[in-house]
């Protein structure tokens, strides 16, 4: 006599919220790597350090060195 499958549902459902949680993780560290600020709106990147309203990437920008930031409304919001 054959074994009946059975259906793990609770594995099936972990999994599965595991791989949003993952997937939201993921998508919530590229926003920050591309200008999506602290208040949720998409900023361009800053042409020099004392711009207004922009994203500097440190580590693309100037000497390499430093840390990223968001300047908006001339107050600045670290990143790293």
């Keep these: 006599m054959a074994k ?5 549902w ?7 919220l595991v791989g949003i949680i993952i ?4 998508v919530w560290g590229m926003n920050i790597a591309t200008g999506i600020g602290p208040d949720g709106k998409w900023y361009p ?5 004392d711009s207004n ?3 500097w ?6 000497n390499g060195e430093g ?3 968001f300047v908006i409304e001339d ?3 670290y990143v790293d």
């Design 4 to 8: 009946k499958f059975r259906v793990r």
């Design 10 to 16: 609770d594995r099936i459902i972990g999994a599965t």
């Design 23 to 26: 997937a939201g993780l993921a």
């Design 45 to 49: 990147d800053c042409e020099t350090e």
């Design 53 to 55: 309203n922009c994203y």
């Design 57 to 62: 990437d440190a580590h693309e920008r100037g």
């Design 67 to 69: 840390h990223s930031f």
């Design 75 to 77: 107050v600045v919001y």
